[in-house]
Structure formats: C-alpha cells, structure tokens
C-alpha cells in the first residue's frame, strides 16, 4: 500500500531529487555544498542580532529571520540565516531551505509538509535525530510566516 | 600494547597514571603519516569532517556507525571487525581519536573501541578545536585506505559498561566505595530540565537525577580550550573535593553516554581508577523507566531503591 505524499513545492522537490539520485556515500557531500553556499547575514541583521529567532532544536547554535513583502498567500518571503562554520550540518540544512524556499510565496511556504526532512534521502547518512533540526527550522519559518503574512487562523 | 609507536612525553602527560592514553597536538603533527598510526576524526556534528579534517584522518561517525541501526546498542563483532577493516584499522594499530565539543565524541569511540579490547587507543588533548586554534593543516580530502581484516572481537561490556540493572544494583543499601557520578549541568541534575541548554529534546519523561548520584560535571575535567586539567586539579576535583578513591567501584552517566565517557576517560586513564563503568542508557533510559527512583533538586536524594 502506498501512502500518498504531500507534494513539495518545486524547489524543494528539485532538491530532493538531487539527493535522491546520489549515491549515500555522496548525499553528505552535497549537503556541504548547501553549508558552504549558504548567504551570510545582510548587514542590517547581523547588527541586530534581537530579530532572530533561535531555533533550540538543532544541536548547535543557528538563528532564522523571516521578511514577508506585504500580506496575504501571494506575499513573498526572504529568509535569512546565522549558524557558525563548526555547525556545517545546520548550515548545510539551512542552506536547503534557503535555496528552495527564498523568495517564494508565503501560501508555499506554509504548506511544506511537516515530513519534508525525511524526503530528503539523508535519514541514513545523518541519523533521524540530527535531521529533527531541520525540522524546527522548517516549523518556526512557517509559524514566522503565518504571522507576518497575517493567512489568519492557523489549520 | 603496540610498541612501534612510541609515546608522547609531554610532561603535563607524564603526571597522570596512564600517559600514553593522551598525544598532543604537536606530537601528532610530529607522527602523521607513520606507519601504525591511524588517525581517527569522531564529531557531534555529522558534517565538520567533510569541512577540513588532519591529512589522513579516517571519520567514525557515532550515530551511523558505532551504534547498531536497529537496537539500542553498539555494533557487535562482526559488525566492528566490519567498520574497522573498511577504515583500514589494524588489531595492533595505534588509533588516535579526535573530536568536536572538548572531544566528547571522541572519548566516547575510545570507550566503544575499548569495549572490543583494541589495545592502543588514544585521545589527541584539546581535539580538534585546539588543531585547527593552532592553525594547523587541515585538507577536504578523504583517504582511502587499503582494507585491513580486523578480527572478530566478541564485545565485552561486563568492565566498562553498565546496564539499567547494574545501576539499581549500585543504589543498594551498602554504598561506601560505591559511588554514582551524574556528569551533566547542574539543570539537568536538578531536575528543571531533561536536556542540555541548546540541544534537542531527546525525549526522557522525568527530570531528576538517580537518587544518591553526586553532580560533577564534566566540564570541570577540561580547560577553556578543550584540553584536560592537569593530574593535580584532576586528583582535587575527584579525590578531595568529592572523595573517590581509585579502588572504588564508580558508575557515570549523562544523557545518552557521550559526556560520560569523557569523565569516565578522565578515572580510568589520567587518575588510573581501576572500576569505572559507564551507565550508557543514562537519563533517556532513567528518565523514562517505569518505577525507578528519581531524586529532584540539588542534594543528592535518599539512595534506597
């Protein structure tokens, strides 16, 4: 029996394939590409270190910012990220969501399925507990952007 | 123990009971490349080796393989003899093991490696963060290292290991000699949280520490840059400051067994305490037992079971 999957927003979804198409002993390389390509903070952030949200679940430090450019599902969002060099797996995740998700719409933002870490083809070369990160970045992106685009009564 | 590689005489090593347990960084970088030396890069963060690890250096990766993917356990013979051939690790190799986070993870391959009997076994002081302090050369690329045929070790938990078990066993009436060590921070032993500051919530029920259990950090066993206090400090910490003697027989825990293992290094190898088991089930297996005794706040809690 095969269980139907919510369906990933096309950047995130390319991403997967990617790693999808690796071989394991290659997936961990391609998650260092996304850690070292990952932006660092414009300066106007990184000055005011009070606009980020930490985000407890990772075992190293990473904070999050979210920017929404006015309201409403079509509303877009920049997403912003702060985790050190020795934390090259949080960067590596953050830099995944960065790459899929930056600058697109707040309504597909929101509607990311809650297991999009586990379609990533890592849950072998990570371990589930160490992808659990990427799940509370994922889930206080949304709930930032919920808010900040006001889509109303959280489902 | 494999006598080609010798060992480092740092002076600050000399004072412990076990030197040839530790190497420093400059001896490393002195020894990198000789034949019978193996380098072992063991990290918290899955990913760090990848970034830039010592020339040569091998990753074992705890979560992916030194536990088994099924039970919660370590790998067995087969599955060890496996691991260690495939990273071209000889039986009578010297194995230096470094680390992230003060070497936690990698005191805690040390102590699985010491679980199947591997003679020559040891930490590089301070890890990786006092190597790459130093600014010494770091490469992205990965060795690939002819295959060895690592015996088949039957593992051998009963000295080094202890189990939910044997640590109800411990809380028994008579507990002179016996002491319990609970080495997290000072929140997690009283109770007011299940988990480090700034880390994952891992899942245990109940807060608290094991009724009887002296709080020590592990913390206290390091200096700022990651490397051991020395044998004096280490003999103050655990002998007069909280009266353990090398002859008693002593259980660690943490939460999962890693920050454990970094004191039980400490006992058994700089202090030479001849009973130090580590209880690797820790606060995930205490936390969320049925009917176990659990002591909140800061004294240590009645010890009767």
């Known amino acids: ?155 | 123990m494999s006598t080609a590689i010798g060992i480092d005489p740092d002076q600050k090593f000399a004072q412990y009971a076990h030197p040839e347990r530790l190497v420093s960084t400059q001896w490393l970088a002195e020894h990198l490349g000789e034949p019978g030396l193996v380098v072992v890069e063991s990290d918290e963060d899955v990913l760090l080796y990848e970034t830039g690890h010592i020339a040569g250096a091998v990753k074992i990766d705890w979560h992916t393989e030194l536990n088994d993917p099924v039970t919660r356990d370590y790998v067995d013979g087969a599955g060890f003899a496996e691991l260690l051939s495939r990273k071209g690790i000889d039986r009578d190799d010297t194995v230096v093991i470094y680390g992230d986070k003060s070497n936690w993870w990698a005191a805690y391959a040390l102590w699985v490696f010491t679980l199947f009997g591997h003679a020559d076994v040891r930490l590089l002081d301070g890890g990786r963060a006092k190597w790459l302090a130093e600014e010494r050369e770091t490469t992205r690329e990965v060795p690939t290292p002819a295959a060895t045929e690592y015996p088949v070790v039957t593992r051998e938990d009963a000295a080094i290991r202890a189990f939910l078990p044997d640590v109800r066993e411990h809380l028994g009436a008579d507990r002179s000699g016996r002491p319990l060590i609970d080495v997290r921070s000072p929140a997690e032993y009283s109770g007011e949280r299940t988990h480090m500051p700034d880390y994952p919530e891992e899942g245990a029920l109940r807060g608290g520490h094991i009724p009887g259990a002296a709080s020590v950090p592990w913390a206290k066993a390091a200096n700022s840059d990651g490397t051991f206090r020395s044998a004096d400090e280490l003999r103050a910490l655990y002998e007069k400051e909280q009266g353990l003697a090398p002859g008693d027989d002593v259980i660690v825990y943490c939460r999962i067994g890693e920050r454990s293992s970094h004191t039980w290094f400490v006992l058994v190898h700089l202090l030479g305490f001849d009973r130090v088991r580590n209880y690797d089930g820790s606060w995930t297996e205490w936390g969320n037992a049925v009917r176990v005794p659990i002591a909140v706040g800061n004294e240590r809690g009645s010890s009767s079971a």
């Open chain 1, 1 to 155: 029996m095969t269980t139907e999957l919510v369906p990933l927003p096309a950047g995130l979804a390319q991403i997967a394939e990617e790693f999808a198409e690796l071989a394991p002993s290659d997936r961990l390389l391609l998650l260092l590409e996304f850690s070292d390509g990952l932006p660092a903070l414009p300066a106007a952030l990184a000055e005011h270190p009070e606009l980020l949200e930490p985000v407890p679940e990772c075992q190293s430090p990473i904070f999050l910012a979210t920017e929404v450019d006015g309201t409403g599902p079509t509303a877009t969002v920049s997403l912003f990220f702060s985790a050190p060099p020795e934390a090259p797996t949080t960067r590596g995740f953050a830099g995944i969501l960065h790459e899929g998700l930056d600058g697109r719409p707040a309504s597909e933002i929101v509607a990311v399925p809650a297991d999009f870490p586990l379609r990533l083809s890592l849950t072998d070369a990570v371990s589930p507990l160490r992808l659990r990160g990427l799940s509370g970045m994922l889930s206080r992106i949304q709930r930032q952007v919920h808010r900040r685009a006001q889509l109303g009564q959280l489902g």
